[in-house]
C-alpha cells in the first residue's frame, strides 16, 4: 500500500517556467488537498477537491491550477512561476468516517523559483 | 472561517521531562476534528492524535496525550518522557466534521519547534 505518492521531491525553476506537480494515492479516498508550507507560517491549503471532476480553491489559490480527472490523481500546476511560490509542498488525501478522519499526506516537493 | 492559534514558537526540554504545547482555535462549528501532527527534519507529516469534538474523554497515544477544554477552544499536547525522537515541529490541526460549501482541508496553527536535549 504505496498511500499518497508525490513527484518530485525537488525542483528548481527559473522564473515564468511552468511545472506540474504530481500526486497520486491508492486509498480510493474522495478528498484530496494541495498545501504549500513556508516558515513560520504553517501549512497553508491552495486547492482541493471532493471527488473527480470536482475542485475548489482554498486560502492561497493564485497562481496554481489543479484538475481531477481520476479519483487517484490531483496534479498541480503552475502556469508561469515566481519567486513568491518558492515553498515546500504537500498533497494529501483524506479518510473520513467518525473514528477515521484523517489526512495522509505525501513526502513533499521543495519547489525553488530563481 | 476557522483559525488556529499556536503560541509558542519554539520549546526545549530535557530528555525524560514532560512538555506541553499549547493550542488554541476559533470556530463557529459545533462538531470538529483536532490533530496534532509532527514533522521532523525528514520533513514528513506525521499524524500524533486526533480529538473527536463530540467527545468529552481526552484522547490518549502511548506518551501523547491532549487536554481538550470544549468551551475554551483550547487543546493542548502533552509529551511524557520525551524522547531525541520526539524533537520536531509540532501542529495542531483543525477540520470541520461535516465539510462542504468551504475549503475542505485542514485549518493548520503555526507550529511549535520542540527540541529535546540530550
Known amino acids: 500500500n504505496a498511500g499518497v505518492t508525490q513527484t518530485p521531491k525537488f525542483q528548481v525553476l527559473k522564473t515564468g517556467q511552468s511545472m506540474t506537480l504530481q500526486c497520486a494515492q491508492d486509498?480510493?479516498?474522495?478528498?484530496m488537498s494541495w498545501y504549500r508550507q513556508d516558515p513560520g507560517m504553517g501549512l497553508r491549503l491552495i486547492h482541493y477537491?471532493?471527488?473527480?471532476?470536482?475542485?475548489d480553491q482554498g486560502e492561497v489559490p493564485n497562481g496554481y491550477n489543479v484538475s481531477r480527472s481520476t479519483t487517484e490523481d490531483f496534479p498541480l500546476r503552475l502556469l508561469s512561476a515566481a519567486p513568491s511560490q518558492t515553498s515546500v509542498y504537500f498533497c494529501a488525501s483524506r479518510e473520513t468516517g467518525i473514528s477515521n478522519e484523517k489526512l495522509f499526506f505525501g513526502s513533499g516537493t521543495q519547489l525553488s523559483v530563481l | 472561517a476557522q483559525t488556529v492559534t499556536q503560541s509558542q514558537p519554539e520549546m526545549s526540554v530535557q530528555e525524560a521531562e514532560t512538555v506541553t504545547l499549547s493550542c488554541t482555535y476559533d470556530t463557529s462549528e459545533s462538531n470538529y476534528y483536532l490533530f496534532w501532527y509532527k514533522q521532523p527534519p525528514s520533513r514528513q507529516m506525521i499524524l500524533v492524535i486526533r480529538q473527536e469534538a463530540y467527545k468529552q474523554q481526552n484522547a490518549t497515544e502511548n506518551r501523547f496525550s491532549v487536554n481538550f477544554q470544549k468551551a475554551a477552544k483550547s487543546f493542548s499536547l502533552k509529551i511524557s518522557d520525551s524522547q531525541l525522537g520526539d524533537t520536531a515541529m509540532y501542529f495542531c490541526a483543525f477540520i470541520p466534521m461535516y465539510s462542504g460549501g468551504g475549503a475542505d482541508g485542514l485549518t493548520f496553527g503555526k507550529g511549535t519547534h520542540l527540541i529535546i536535549q540530550p
Open positions: 486509498m480510493n479516498h474522495e478528498y
Open positions: 477537491s471532493v471527488g473527480a471532476g470536482i475542485t
